[in-house]
């Protein structure tokens, strides 16, 4: 018998229902069993006849019961599952080996150096940039009026290349300030590098292609690359950047950091520039030209771009993690406009477009001059943490036992020792004074090369020269 809990919270029709159900995957109602009229059963719980109806009804939608209007409400044939005399512990499918997957990810845990150690006092990171309160206040304002301003339809679905008027206004900036003409079409955002370069290798190269990488470089150019099941190749780094001699011969493309070499800092010459553009034509592959803190040049302006020299088949990748916040979560990949709609078709698919509210709040922050008065502003801080960073470690002795290089651009710099030297050991050394440092090896595939990676942007003045000297104490 149905009964009602008057101090349940549950609505009446809803206690009834849960019981019959119970009653039916229990067996004890069984198949076939025929139940009451609602009217009858209504008297009998001390219920209304419309609520022994909305349990009728609820159990027939929900397949425990039939009903014939001659033969009345019946459990359903199928509605109960004999127990077995074990009980069965539920699992579900397996998840495969994904070995690819598991190795990529801890390579970028270690790269990244275990951000869960909280007894760090000063952090060189070389990832992240100078944020403060002044910055989160006008990112605030742009995104109550961008909310304010925004028209409903923008709420849709959107473009696979991004919000228009973010391109348009990245199509300025490019115009304006880095001398790079392109139409609107020839831009796609992305949601950092590891998005942009996934979707180039799902775009624009077969599975186990050959596909040519700096060493030390950029972990996640080989990272992701592998992870789609390239060929990756590792190419060698000297002062003037990319040894273009040793790209491969069957290379379908070649990632590169020209203004700032990811690691070890050094800008590519000119010769070694044309070098590389001459063979990208003859050899028949793409660039891809990573310009991550490019901007940030401490002598002069920042220098002209490999695309704006080759556009053909280069792909421009510029990022607003360095530039703006890595938070944001907006990159952009320019290049040829049938390459970026190659890009905009696997975007469509696998990720439609990006969140809508990052787009208009950077579209508004960029239009407003917000973004050039934070470029200006984060450029002072900078040249004058590189000129701390650079005296400190000159006047501590470092450079008479270590190779100071990568210090014209940037927000790191590299201090490089013999490849003898234990760089782990000196390293968890560090950390254990409170001074966290990232080691050249993690920015290897291949290369032996040792030192370190040292960032300024997050660390002020005071920090850095504390930093630079307890680090002497320890390598001198």
């Not at 409400?73 to 994904?98: H, M």
């Not at 599975?207 to 992701?224: A, K």
């Not at 003037?240 to 020209?258: C, E, R, S, W």
Request: glycine share 6%; aromatic share 10%.
């Amino acid at each position: 018998m149905l009964t009602v809990n008057r101090n349940d919270k549950n609505p009446i029709w809803q206690q009834l229902l849960d019981q019959a159900i119970h009653n039916i995957t229990t067996g004890k109602w069984p198949p076939g069993e025929l139940l009451p009229p609602s009217r009858e059963l209504a008297l009998l719980v001390g219920v209304s006849r419309s609520t022994i109806q909305i349990v009728y009804e609820e159990l027939f939608s929900r397949g425990y019961t039939i009903t014939n209007w001659r033969g009345g409400t019946r459990v359903s044939e199928w509605g109960y599952k004999t127990q077995s005399s074990q009980t069965v512990i539920p699992q579900g499918p397996s998840a495969p080996e994904l070995p690819l997957l598991n190795v990529a990810v801890d390579e970028l845990n270690s790269w990244f150096r275990g951000k869960e150690n909280q007894q760090v006092e000063i952090d060189f990171s070389p990832h992240e940039p100078y944020l403060d309160e002044h910055f989160r206040k006008i990112w605030r304002q742009s995104f109550l009026q961008a909310s304010t301003e925004v028209d409903l339809t923008n709420w849709g679905y959107g473009n696979a290349y991004g919000f228009i008027p973010l391109r348009e206004q990245i199509q300025r900036y490019l115009t304006f300030e880095r001398g790079v003409h392109v139409d609107v079409d020839q831009i796609i955002l992305t949601s950092g590098a590891h998005h942009s370069l996934d979707l180039i290798a799902q775009a624009l190269l077969y599975e186990g292609e050959t596909v040519s990488v700096e060493d030390p470089g950029f972990p996640v150019s080989w990272m992701t690359m592998k992870y789609r099941r390239m060929n990756v190749v590792p190419v060698p780094v000297d002062k003037y950047g990319l040894q273009v001699d040793y790209i491969h011969l069957q290379t379908k493309l070649t990632f590169v950091t020209p203004s700032h070499q990811c690691a070890v800092g050094v800008i590519m010459s000119e010769p070694r520039r044309q070098q590389l553009l001459q063979k990208s034509v003859q050899d028949r592959f793409w660039i891809v030209e990573d310009d991550y803190d490019g901007e940030f040049r401490h002598r002069g302006n920042p220098l002209p771009t490999l695309f704006s020299q080759q556009p053909q088949n280069t792909l421009y990748m510029m990022s607003f993690s360095k530039m703006v916040a890595p938070g944001i979560r907006v990159s952009a990949v320019v290049g040829p406009k049938e390459a970026i709609r190659q890009l905009a078709q696997v975007q469509e698919l696998t990720y439609r477009h990006l969140p809508i509210m990052e787009q208009l709040t950077l579209a508004h922050f960029i239009e407003h001059g917000h973004f050039m008065r934070h470029m200006r502003r984060a450029r002072n801080i900078y040249r004058r943490r590189h000129e701390a960073m650079t005296k400190a470690i000159i006047a501590t002795g470092l450079t008479e036992r270590f190779k100071l290089s990568g210090i014209e651009t940037g927000l790191h710099m590299l201090l490089e020792a013999q490849e003898a030297f234990d760089e782990e050991v000196m390293t968890n050394l560090a950390l254990e004074k409170g001074i966290r440092i990232y080691p050249l090896s993690q920015y290897c595939l291949e290369s032996n090369r040792k030192g370190w990676v040292l960032g300024f942007a997050k660390v002020d003045e005071a920090a850095i020269e504390e930093g630079i000297f307890r680090l002497a104490e320890l390598l001198l």
